[in-house]
């Protein structure tokens, strides 16, 4: 595996773990339900992460990285605003989200242009 698969799947790692940890938050914290949704992100973008660490190809690279950036962003914000009242930045969760919506968009094309090769 190459350092920045590794580092990748260090990092969806990480996001797994705060998946899981934001789920417990949402369940055991009055007011936090709003976790729920951010452990849904982390958890479900954490897995596709490691897949994709082990594709080949810049544009499924590209992919990761957008999408681990993505999915820290949303989730770092919604995290922030929910115990603490304060957004990371204006705009922060809606960024992630688009960058998110962009990496599995980057997916799609990089499969369909490793479909066209074959």
Known sequence: MS??????????GLM?????????VAAHLAGA?????????LLAHAAALLAL???AGRLFLVAAWAMACGATLFSLDVCLFTLRGAHL????APTGGTI????????????AAE????
């Open 100 to 111: 998110l919506i962009l990496a599995w968009l980057t997916v799609f094309i990089a499969a």
């Open 16 to 24: 797994g773990a705060c998946g899981v940890a934001s789920a417990a």
């Open 3 to 12: 350092k920045i698969n590794a580092t990748l799947a260090a990092w969806a």
């Open 115 to 118: 479909l066209g090769r074959k």
């Open 89 to 92: 930045f204006p705009m922060a």
């Open 33 to 41: 339900e709003k976790l729920s949704s951010v452990a849904l992100i």
């Open 53 to 55: 660490t082990q594709r």
